[in-house]
């Protein structure tokens, strides 16, 4: 028990450690863990997975740990992939010998809360000594079992998909307002996030940069230049998830998270997917999700007076 103990007293240490490093010892940090909470009220993705604040982590005693350990970390809540030159005959024996012996346990069902549909747009601010200031901007979507998730992922990568992202070419190239700006979906098994986040460029005022983002994203609505937009997206997506699967360790991976979604044959379909997604399924994604009523933002401001 004593070494137990030492064990996880230096774990405590080095998690304390990826915490500071991580979200408090770098500029914008702790951006994430002042915008979920904003965005979620109730669902526990309103914390990370290390911790909402240090005290959690310093706090935690060691029968909590072991509690979570044991209704969770259990063969018969596990997934193994094995991919690469191996038969089934083969896979079966190694993983009876290396995992069979470990019992089935009691494992805890997840029940987490909805979170509430959000009705009305929140906005924080915030400042810190940082090179500039920043926009953080977020809005509810489905989960990624959701009809409209590949809907929403190309209609982040026609807003930020490289250089030729509209946002980059718009507001980085032309106008000038940011230095850096990107956009995604959190692709979580609950309700998640499309986040938009960036950087402003020197003496731009953050409400006008607030604006120009919008008028981007009202931008997927007209037709004209979508449907060539969307066609480039969709190559590099196909070409990017053929390529990945090259690898065995990749294909993996990916066949782990379709058997945790309920079917390891998605990894088929997903390119068929992405292809079927029309110029009015992006203007509908658009019209539904980008809503002020269903966003909330965090204006992170420079003190620095040099900014």
């Known amino acids: 028990m004593f070494w137990l103990l030492l064990l996880i007293t230096f774990c ?26 904003l965005a979620y009220k109730v669902h526990p993705y309103r914390w990370p997975t290390i911790g909402l604040d240090i005290k ?11 509690k979570f350990f044991f209704s969770h970390y259990a063969p018969n809540n596990a997934i193994l992939t094995l991919t690469g030159n191996i038969t089934f005959e083969t896979a079966c024996k190694y993983a009876n010998k290396w995992f069979g012996p470990i019992e089935k346990r009691f494992i805890q069902s997840r029940k987490l ?9 929140r906005i924080l601010i915030i400042e810190k000594d940082v090179p500039s200031d920043a926009i953080y901007k977020v809005w509810h979507t489905g989960s990624v ?13 026609l807003l930020a ?25 959190t692709s979580e098994l609950d309700p998640g996030l499309i986040i938009i986040h960036g950087k402003l460029m020197k003496g731009i005022d953050i409400q006008y940069a607030d604006e120009a983002i919008s008028k981007v994203i009202v931008s997927l609505e007209n037709k004209d230049g979508i449907k060539d937009e969307m066609e480039k997206v969709k190559n590099k997506f196909e070409s990017s ?34 292809r079927k997604v029309d110029q009015e399924m992006v203007i509908e994604a658009t019209r539904k999700y980008f809503v002020p009523s269903n966003c909330s933002t965090l204006y992170y401001k420079s003190t620095r007076k040099d900014k």
């Open 241 to 274: 998830s053929v390529f990945s699967n090259t690898s065995i360790l990749n294909k993996a991976m990916s066949l782990s998270f379709y058997e945790l979604l309920g079917n390891p044959d998605l990894i088929n379909r997903e390119i068929d997917a992405y």
């Open 145 to 157: 079992k959701s009809m409209d998730f590949h809907t929403l992922d190309l209609l982040t990568d």
């Open 56 to 66: 959690h982590i310093e706090k935690t005693e060691l029968e909590q740990i072991k």
């Open 161 to 185: 998909g490289g250089e030729s992202g509209r946002l980059n070419r718009k507001l980085v190239r032309e106008m000038k307002l940011f230095s850096e700006i990107n956009a995604y979906t």
């Open 113 to 121: 809360p909805a979170e509430p549909i959000q009705d009305e747009k």
């Open 12 to 37: 405590g240490f080095k998690v304390i450690e990826e915490y500071n490093q991580r979200y408090i010892n770098q500029p914008y940090g702790d951006a994430l863990l002042k915008l979920r909470p």
